[in-house]
């Protein structure tokens, strides 16, 4: 069982930055993928980024990969989504899950079976 808590959303202006925490706890099984999504109002849950356990795979979406950046600490349990250039349309709740897709599904957030409570990033034009 995993858990984790996301940290770090609020209110910014448009090109702030914000820095997304991710803290887990808990046991998972080596091989798993950390990933980040996010949901607007009245939109579907979207893809933004995830990360391989081991650090050796990275994958974006093609709306931020040039403006946002995954990392994560594994002696501190912890995966960050650094955000940059922040616009509004990134308004949204921002959810960090954790689980095993495969390298063709780690998109999809079916394939994800730990997920955080959500942290609410608003951009203001």
């Known amino acids: 069982q995993v858990q984790l808590v996301e940290s770090g959303g609020g209110l910014v202006q448009a090109g702030d930055s914000l820095r997304l925490s991710c803290a887990a706890s808990g046991r998972a099984s080596s091989g798993y993928f950390m990933g980040w999504f996010r949901q607007a109002i009245g939109k579907e849950r979207e893809f933004i980024a995830a990360i391989h356990w081991s650090g050796g795979q990275i994958y974006y979406a093609d709306s931020v990969k040039d403006r946002f950046t995954f990392s994560r600490d594994n002696v501190n349990n912890t995966a960050y989504l650094q955000m940059n250039s922040l616009k509004p349309e990134d308004t949204a709740i921002y959810y960090c899950?954790?689980?095993?897709?495969?390298?063709?599904?780690?998109?999809?957030?079916?394939?994800?079976?730990?997920w955080g409570l959500g942290t609410q990033v608003t951009v203001s034009s």
């Open positions: 899950a954790a689980g095993y897709p495969s390298r063709w599904t780690v998109r999809r957030d079916r394939e994800y079976a730990y």
